[in-house]
């Protein structure tokens, strides 16, 4: 069901000899994970495509993609009980991006700067919060558009005019170079690998949270 | 949010929604045997994204819950499903009106009685995976079948004493499991 591509696919291998893939062999279609027949369950294992399947299983259905991964296989026996579930994640991450320097970095107020504000209208100051490029240091500015005179903040300036300027012209605009954020999603997949067994009345697990680039971690 | 921001309040104690948020998955192609258990949190780097963003005392992010106890909204379902969707309103440009609302709030929420917060908690304890949201626990999809899961509501609570300007990055994320 995932869009993200499968770097890994899994194996059931039955006492008979024969094993059950998660990807027919003839066909390429998606085999059914429930229907693995556990009474023949030997062993388990997640395993890397080879490029000429990944290309045949890809023009099927499900996209996989290829990748220099270790092999992970377990044993199941007597009364053991597979684990085996892929966990996917869908995030939306918002990011900025430094417009002189033109590289992507996270905001935060460590690398921030304050803008003083009057609003007129309520009466109050307040604050606004800039961010500061942490790679370079470039933030947002304003910008005379009748003699460029550069002023950092709209503070320095009166109602938004140039002071080096005739008030009837020289307005300052602000020049976006730090603010602004974008977003985008990204999508990634963890694989579990486990058994389970019943000790003494007790429910005793085993799992491998195995990631994408074939990291490992016993859980 | 750039079209029509929130304005801050100026009453001390003042508190403003923003209009609220619906989120799902959709799945668009058949899962080869499940889909189950689909979660939600969001990146913090303080106490709540309410601090995170200087959204003024009591500001915060806030999501629609239907359980009675915080520790169940990681257990059980809190989303809810198309049937009950409720599109967002208020004032536009001024507030949007809050979740958990007896008035004017999501039906979905504000109708349950025991719902904690009266529907509405804050996001704060839903800061990783091992923390997460339960959208949908149990089967989200099972094969063949496709459509969206149930939806979450989110709503951005700004109040008096919040700093105007661009916000610290955030990370959303939906997770669930498949075979």
Redesign the interface.
Known sequence: ??DRPLVYQWIAHYNDGTSYP?FDTESYE?????KIDKDKLIKFGIYPFKKDFAYKVSKK?SVVSLGFLPIYEINIENEERLI?????????????ICQKCKKEF????AH?F??K?KDSK?G?K??????VCPHCGAKDYYKCNSCGKVLETFNESSFGMCPDCDRSKGYLERKNIT???HSREKRWIDYYLGKQSTIQGRNVKFILKIKENGDCEVL | MTTNPIPIPTNDGGLSGSFWVTHCINITSTPSSYVKNLKWYITMTSSNIGADWNLGTNGDLMIGVSSAAAADTKTWSQGFSSSSYNQASGTTGTFGYFLSSASNGHSYYRDIASALSGGAASTKTYNSLANAYMVQSGSVMDNPGTGRSNFIATQVWVASGATQGDKPDKTATFVYSEV
């Not at chain 1, 966990?87 to 900025?96: G, K, L």
């Open positions: 069901m995932s998660q998606e085999n059914s994970f429930i259905q085996h579930y892929r966990q996917v994640f869908i995030s939306q991450e918002t990011f900025h996270k905001f935060s107020y921030s304050k803008i504000l309520l109050i307040m604050d606004e919060v800039c961010p603010s602004g954020s």
